[in-house]
């Protein structure tokens, strides 16, 4: 029992950070090595808005949410929109670039100690007993956030006008665009939802296990999650995460503590041979000349 | 224009071809042959690990600026060689001539091994299997320290002590390494590696094999990367997995986006610029007296320092200081004509 609450948790984690993969991947073709340092980026949001409204804690994550959005925006305007019409290489490499950037300028700006978000807020991360398994609150929280924000973007990607609007792009720029759809428009959104999705994990986490560098890891290891699950699918993304929690909870407790690290990529590889498109995702188009 | 014309195929193919660029290329050669007499220990040092960097940019540059693959495990690749290196040695007291080798076959092995997967399908899978290798390759080495005892690192000696001779060690390891990329590049494999890039479906019309090439760049690179990471070892002297993390990946990926893409004069330019950054950086914090301040928090100015260079250049000079160079060339050969924006 305790072991599937631990899955459980460890999922929804890996979960809310690779639907922001899969947002952006899905929409505009690229891959964010930066959604790590995002992540960590809307972590230290909710640590500003901590300080800022102090004593109103319900005021200061909302703000953190919109701060998260804000900054993908900001990224999208700054950044990626100058990399939409340059090649698939250009765009990763420039993820990179921005994410050795705002690891450095976080460092500079924050301080290499260990924050705590949580205790800022004024709440605490009581262990609650459940059905014969103990969970934090802020695990329980990450499983309910997690499914809460999964439903929402099932339902606005396909319920909503702009939903429907970045499947469109995502599905073929050139038509969208004939059709009177402003890619510019839609990307920027899908990187402000993509960051408000991380930042979110990126705040739980922080509050479970305090805020510091090893966020960054995290936000990597979750990459594994994403493409198991097919990178340009949401179903396919949580089924990966629970896939690749499974995996890891089960080989820490049955085999090595130390081999962690390393197993989400083990599944990784054996993905990448067996099924290379993933779970759900959808199988490249052949390329014509 | 500057007068001279090419008449034969001989020409077009040669690596210097007009009497000018010969003598330009003599004067350099002896100014790298005095080089180590007239430097300082500092500078001496410098020399040394631009040289050393050049072996793993230039490996990199074959694989990502040529053949357009990214590589996320360039710094996982390194420490396949270095610990080669550096167990062959523990173990079995192995020497140089020995270790070199082994450490380009265990990097082949690796490129292989990683590569095969994602041929299947075009696009990032090649960076996704690259990432995992990292992660792989660093854990084992991981558990080999522990288990071995070696848990701080493994010391090797090196049959170099001096620095002028590992000056002309590394020296000749650059110019051995540019000088066999320079020719396949001229090559069959040079060429179609530059067709994936290009086009991949353009290139399968062409009658090259997509796979075949992909897997050709990445074994290549992939070996001489790791022949990089062996030299790395004796020349540190040191083999720890610490050295080794995602961030000297970013490093090298910074010296081929800095130097510029598909040039191997990108690739030496690139990697002199992200050796002499951090001595820079260190430099003009000193003038400005922010040296105690920041003391603690050096490592961050220099991410964002390489972060920031990295994203400018992508953007504003996507052809890195290769692009430079060739216009601040343009427009003295031009002179007193203005250069009109070529494409």
């Given amino acids: 029992m305790q072991l599937a609450v631990n899955i459980l948790v460890l999922a929804a984690i890996y979960a809310l950070i690779s639907c922001g993969y899969v947002l952006i991947y899905r929409v505009s073709r690229v891959l964010s090595l930066a959604h790590g340092e995002l992540m960590m980026l809307g972590a230290y949001g909710l640590y500003l808005t901590a300080s800022l409204f102090d004593g109103h804690p319900l005021v200061a994550v909302a703000a953190a949410l919109v701060l998260a959005v804000l900054v993908g925006v900001a990224v999208y305007l700054a950044l990626m929109w100058r990399m939409t019409g340059e090649s698939v290489l250009a765009a990763v490499l420039a993820t990179i670039a921005l994410g050795i950037l705002l690891r450095g300028a976080m ?79 839609i990307y ?47 179903v396919g993304a949580l089924l990966g995460s629970l896939a690749i929690a499974a995996a890891e909870v089960f080989v820490i407790h049955y085999v090595d503590p130390l081999l962690s690290e390393v197993v989400p990529f083990v599944v990784l590889l054996a993905m990448l041979i067996v099924r290379p498109w993933g779970l759900f995702g959808t199988r490249e188009e052949l390329d014509r000349v | 224009m500057s007068g001279y014309f090419r008449v034969r195929y001989a020409q077009d193919t040669a690596l210097l071809d007009s009497r000018t660029q010969k003598g330009w290329f003599a004067i350099f050669v002896v100014a790298l042959a005095c080089y180590p007499f007239l430097a300082n220990a500092l500078w001496l040092d410098l020399a040394n690990q631009v040289l050393l960097g050049v072996v793993g940019a230039v490996a990199l540059m ?15 690749l390194l420490a396949a060689g270095a610990f080669t290196t550096g167990i062959l040695f523990k ?33 990032l899978y090649l960076a996704v299997s690259t990432l995992a290798l990292h992660f792989i390759v660093i854990h084992a080495a991981a558990e080999y320290e522990t288990r071995r005892g070696f848990s701080t690192g493994i010391v090797i000696d090196s ?177 007193p004509f203005k250069q009109r924006a070529v494409r």
């Fill in chain 1, 107 to 185: 460092i500079l700006a924050f301080g290499t100690q260990t924050q705590h978000p949580l205790r800022d807020l004024g709440w605490s991360n009581a262990s609650l007993e459940l059905a014969g398994a103990r969970i934090s609150t802020v695990g329980l929280t990450l499983i309910v956030a997690t499914l809460a924000m999964y439903g929402a973007l099932f339902a606005f990607l396909r319920l909503s006008r702009w939903g429907i609007r970045m499947r469109a792009a995502g599905q073929h720029p050139l038509l969208a665009a004939q059709r009177g759809i402003g890619l510019h428009g």
């Fill in chain 2, 91 to 123: 173990e079995f007291a192995a020497p140089v001539w020995l270790t070199l080798p082994a450490s380009a076959l265990v990097g082949a092995a690796l490129g292989l091994a990683f590569g095969l997967p994602s041929l299947r399908l075009r696009g």
């Fill in chain 1, 188 to 234: 920027a959104a899908s990187w402000g939802l993509a960051t408000l999705t991380g930042g979110l994990a990126g705040m739980l986490l922080a509050a479970d296990a305090g805020l510091e560098g090893t966020l960054v890891t995290i936000g990597l290891k979750a990459f594994p999650a994403a493409l198991v699950g097919g990178l340009d699918s949401l």
């Fill in chain 2, 62 to 76: 074959l694989l990502t600026g040529y053949a357009g693959q990214i590589s996320l495990g360039h710094a996982g």
């Fill in chain 2, 159 to 335: 049959p170099i002590y001096e620095a002028w001779h590992w000056y002309f060690a590394l020296l000749a390891a650059a110019a051995a390494t540019v000088l066999f990329s320079l020719n396949l590049l001229r090559s069959r494999t040079g060429r179609a590696w530059r067709a994936i890039h290009g086009r991949e479906a353009v290139a399968e019309a062409l009658g090259i094999s997509v796979p075949h090439a992909k897997v050709s760049a990445f074994v290549i690179s992939s070996a001489i990367t790791a022949m990089a990471g062996c030299l790395f070892a004796y020349f540190r002297g040191f083999v720890s997995v610490e050295a080794f993390s995602l961030y000297l990946t970013i490093q090298y990926v910074a010296m081929i986006i800095i130097g510029g893409m598909g040039s191997i004069l990108g690739a030496i330019l690139g990697t002199v610029f992200v050796v002499l950054l951090p001595y820079a950086i260190e430099g003009a914090m000193a003038r400005l007296g922010l040296a105690e301040v920041l003391s603690s928090v050096v490592f961050a100015v220099n991410y964002a320092a390489f972060g920031l260079a990295m994203v400018l250049f992508l953007v504003f000079e996507p052809q890195g200081l290769v692009g430079i160079w060739r216009r601040v060339r343009n427009w003295f050969v031009l002179w």
